[in-house]
């Protein structure tokens, strides 16, 4: 099983897509294992994308991921970072697959509604960053054995 990192960012929240994005994670069979909502602070969204730091659009993005609240969530599963790129979409909405969460609610790469690690080390380093290990839940989903082989 694997872990990743997801945020619904300011745009999804203040869009109502919270339920939205939450159902399609829960409906794939992917668990939720930790989650919650804040404002995130500058200095941790500055750490959070540090790759990004000597883009253009860095200010951009940092002052805007800093807006208002946002929902993270630690997403567990068979092959989890891989599935969720799949399931939130390309980057840019405009060339996002339809059935994608980009694809089906965004137009803007600067409000692409939500976030999830590119890698399994990308994923470590940002679970780090936005959670502690006592908001880590384990459990098992009841469905477990139907989901997987
Ligand atoms: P990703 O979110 O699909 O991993 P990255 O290339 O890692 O995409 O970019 C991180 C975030 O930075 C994007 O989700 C988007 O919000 C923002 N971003 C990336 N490229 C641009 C751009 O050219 N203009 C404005 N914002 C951008
Ligand atoms: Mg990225």
Do not use: C
């Not at 159902?23 to 540090?50: F, W």
């Not at 609240?69 to 997403?75: A, H, T």
């Amino acid at each position: 099983m694997q872990q990743t990192y997801i945020m619904i960012k300011p745009d999804g929240v203040q869009r109502g897509l919270i339920g939205e994005v939450i159902s399609r994670i829960e409906k794939r069979g992917l668990k939720i294992t930790a989650m919650k909502m804040h404002t995130l602070e500058k200095e941790i969204a500055r750490s959070h994308y540090a790759e990004h730091e000597s883009k253009g659009f860095f200010g951009s993005l940092i002052d805007f991921i800093t807006s208002g609240p946002s929902v993270s969530m630690i997403i567990e599963g068979g092959n989890a970072v891989t599935v969720m790129r799949g399931i939130n979409g390309a980057t840019n909405p405009q060339e996002a697959a339809i059935g994608t969460i980009r694809g089906d609610f965004g137009l803007d790469t600067g409000r692409n509604i939500v976030h999830a690690s590119d890698s399994v080390e990308s994923a470590k380093r940002e679970i780090a960053i936005h959670f502690k290990e006592s908001d880590h839940s384990e459990y098992k989903r009841i469905d477990e054995q139907w989901l997987y082989e």
